[in-house]
């Protein structure tokens, strides 16, 4: 038996998951002293509304290697191969937890874990084409090597709105440290070399959402892609900024999802982003 394991931070559209049969081991995130497993006992809106009602930012974090373990082995039986494909280990503990577990577990299975120097729907378009290349009869090893070979051409480009949420966060690079000044603009970021980065300042909402495209029209020009858009509670956004980017990108498929808690936490609602995924 051949599984695919990711984690929460992985975003993918309603039923990806049963028809990809990708498991998902969930984020950990932690308001005051109480601790929820993201979409297990805590999802978006109940996330959102937490914020709203305690006015505090939680605290995210990886699973353990025990929980990895624990994962496994109840996704797996004996003998089975697990290919385990995680967030950015440049943001995260993650992929390091995996491989941990996957040393603890070798003699039970055979568990790969991979890192996908990304996130959000960047790592769901990832799961989803390891099972495309599985099921026409592609190896691990070969595999591996396309996933190797993609995830240093994935654009994310993010533009937020509500600049609390990264101002509290420890993990979005240069941002953090130039909020401070920063308070009447609306910054874009990019997830490049597996690190989240500030690269342009923008006055107003609309002006960065044309530069969100902008950039992306810059860095992909025609070549074929997966047109992705995520959203932090923010759907009406979400759907303009795809109407206007399947205008402008030569998108052989288009998706629209939401924001995974664990990036909305840092992030922060109203956050709208492209994610382009090269078509092989």
Same mark, same amino acid.
């Given at each position: ?49 937490? *914020? ?29 191969? %697990? ?21 603890? +577990? ?5 568990? *790969?874990?991979? @890192? ?19 099921? $026409? ?6 595999? $591996?090597?396309? +996933?190797?070979?993609?995830?240093? /051409?994935?654009? %994310?480009?993010?533009? #937020? ?26 910054? %874009? ?13 923008? /006055?107003?909402?609309?002006?960065? &959402? ?18 992705? *858009?995520?959203?932090?509670? @923010? ?22 999802? @939401? &924001?995974? %808690? ?13 994610? #382009?995924?090269?078509?092989?």
């Amino acid at each position: 038996m051949y599984h695919i394991v990711t984690d929460s931070t992985a975003d993918m559209p309603a039923g990806w998951e049963k028809e990809y049969n990708i498991d998902i081991i969930p984020i950990n995130i932690q308001f005051g002293e109480k601790t929820y497993l993201q979409n297990v006992d805590l999802d978006n809106e109940g996330f959102y509304r937490l *914020v709203d009602e305690t006015k505090k930012i939680p605290k995210t974090s990886q699973p353990s290697p025990h929980q990895f373990m624990e994962f496994y082995k109840k996704i797996a039986q004996e003998g089975d191969t %697990i290919l385990s494909i995680h967030v950015t280990s440049k943001l995260s503990g993650t992929y390091a937890s995996a491989v941990l577990a996957a040393e603890e +577990l070798k003699k039970i299975f055979r568990v *790969v874990p991979v @890192d996908s120097a990304g996130g959000s729907l960047g790592l769901g378009l990832m799961c989803r084409e390891a099972r495309r290349l599985e099921r $026409v009869g592609n190896s691990v090893e070969q595999i $591996v090597q396309y +996933l190797e070979g993609i995830r240093e /051409r994935v654009l %994310i480009i993010v533009a #937020l709105d509500r600049l609390e949420y990264a101002r509290m966060s420890g993990r979005v690079g240069t941002l953090s440290a130039a909020l401070a000044s920063l308070l009447n603009v609306k910054p %874009i970021a990019v997830l490049k070399n597996g690190l989240v980065d500030m690269v342009e300042k923008v /006055r107003t909402r609309k002006a960065s &959402l044309e530069r969100v495209i902008e950039m992306a029209v810059e860095e992909i020009g025609d070549q074929p892609i997966y047109l992705g *858009v995520v959203h932090a509670r @923010d759907i009406v956004s979400g759907k303009a900024l795809m109407a206007e980017a399947k205008k402008r990108f030569n998108s052989k498929e288009t998706i629209l999802t @939401d &924001l995974s %808690i664990s990036l909305a936490a840092n992030f922060g609602p109203g956050t709208v982003g492209l994610v #382009l995924y090269p078509v092989e």
